[in-house]
């Protein structure tokens, strides 16, 4: 089994700062990949960024490219993601996700095997 918690979501102004973070448990965390989704009022969850075990394969939604940054540290077991510039449309539940396919950087919900609880971004303009 593994346990994902979110953390580092809020309140912030359009053009603001936040950073998320994952904290893994349970498996060995550091040999699958790990996603970010979001899922806004009304709206499919959807893809942000997914990064490989080493972080040697990084993937981004186009809209967030150049504004967040995925990053992990798998001696914390934690994955970490950076956005900047942000923007009333980023306004979301954002999900941490693990993939348990080897080698595999999904971009699709069905690819993830294991979720957090999400935790709340919003973007005010």
């Known amino acids: 089994q593994v346990q994902l918690v979110e953390s580092g979501g809020g309140l912030v102004q359009a053009g603001g700062s936040l950073r998320l973070s994952c904290a893994a448990s349970g498996r060995t965390v550091s040999m699958y990949s790990l996603g970010w989704f979001r899922q806004a009022p009304g709206k499919e969850r959807e893809f942000v960024a997914a990064i490989s075990r080493i972080g040697g394969s990084i993937r981004y939604l186009d809209s967030v490219k150049g504004r967040f940054t995925i990053s992990r540290d798998n001696a914390k077991n934690t994955v970490y993601l950076q956005m900047n510039s942000l923007k009333p449309e980023d306004t979301a539940v954002y999900y941490c996700?693990?993939?348990?396919?080897?080698?595999?950087?999904?971009?699709?919900?069905?690819?993830?095997?294991?979720w957090g609880q999400g935790t709340q971004v919003t973007v005010s303009s």
């Open positions: 996700a693990l993939e348990t396919a080897l080698g595999r950087v999904g971009i699709s919900r069905s690819d993830y095997d294991y």
